[in-house]
């Protein structure tokens, strides 16, 4: 090669490398089980977190609803906080119509699975009762008090289609005697979401707001009810919600605090090593008190995200689960879906048969709704396979 080439590709390697050297690498994500404080404090030992949890009087842990990692981190904490003290143990997963098969499961006379049937699981929450599981068998085994946190669904749906105004008396009264809308950060934080579940008109936002704000101070009034008389009562609690329900200290604690004057509680959000290298050096977006990394989630099976029950012509749309690809299409409760591909649909064999066969390509989904007939096309996403 001639000098003057050597020199040129010398030149543009020197400049490549000093571009290089411009754009920081982003920093390695930390190992799972690690539980990092806010930035400029140091990541927590096990003595050092299990210190702070005994000074806890009410711990707050997020969730991925489908993330086994996260479950596994809030059995984890579950375990350290129900150490040799009266402890309760509210979800979100379930309404109050759930506590009796509650106060059974705590009571050992029930198994999980007999549980999930009489808390009628698959109606009320959905998600795969298996990742679940551990938390609740936990309980069962040691006697611990399940109180189920959440307002009923049909009514959140009415909140969100009519607003409160909407409700008979009997659904107001399953609701929070006393909800808060004025909170104008939460508020912010919740119209963020608008435009993944197509809400646009100004109307339409605040029935939206209210029913989010149904449920977080109808879970804080059920709370605060299971651990009278407050502070008394020398109880604990652990609290396993939405992540969304806690982040940024928004949702429900202060709706918990109002309820429980002078509580000594502490957030807790599990992310994945992926989330929290992101996080690390920017204080002004750190989510919770702590942040502990979880395990990645293994690649699980492609999924629409929709509970079905069986009706003449069609197969009904009982639930569409939160962020799935039915939600993200389009589709809504109370759907009749007609057919899938162009082939009826008689039962739930037809879509798994069409998914099977082509897992992460678009299908076509014909169904009714009101008097309308439609067509969404839905594409399930590929699962990430990075932590």
Known sequence: MPAAGKFLLLACLALAAGCAALTPAPPPAPAPGVVLAPPGQAPLNQAQMERRLEQTQVLLVGESHDDPGHHEIQLRLLRLMSRGRPLVLGVEWLDHSAQPACDQLSAGQISVEEFARRA??????????????????????????????????????????????????????????????????????VSRQFADHGVGSPQAQENFFAAQVARDDTMAFHLARALEPWPDSGQRAVVLVGGGHLSHGLGLPPRIARRLPGVRMLSVLPVSGRAAAFLAGRPEGWPADLVVVSAPAPPGPPRLGVLLKKEPGGLRVVRVLPGSPAQKAGLGDGDLLLAVDGRPLTSPKGIHDAIKAAPFAPHRYRLRRGARELELVIRLERPETAP
């Not at 669904?153 to 009264?173: D, F, I, N, P, Y």
Request: hydrophobic residues 45%; aromatic residues 8%; positive net charge.
């Open 120 to 189: 009628n699981w698959e109606a009320q929450w959905g998600f795969p009762l298996r990742l679940y599981a551990p938390i609740l068998e936990e309980v069962r085994r040691r006697g611990l008090r399940l109180v189920a946190l959440n307002a009923p669904l049909a009514v959140v749906r009415q909140v969100a289609r009519g607003g409160l105004k909407s409700l008979t008396r009997a659904q107001r009264a399953e609701l929070a005697p006393a909800l808060d809308l004025s909170d104008p950060a939460y508020r912010a934080s």
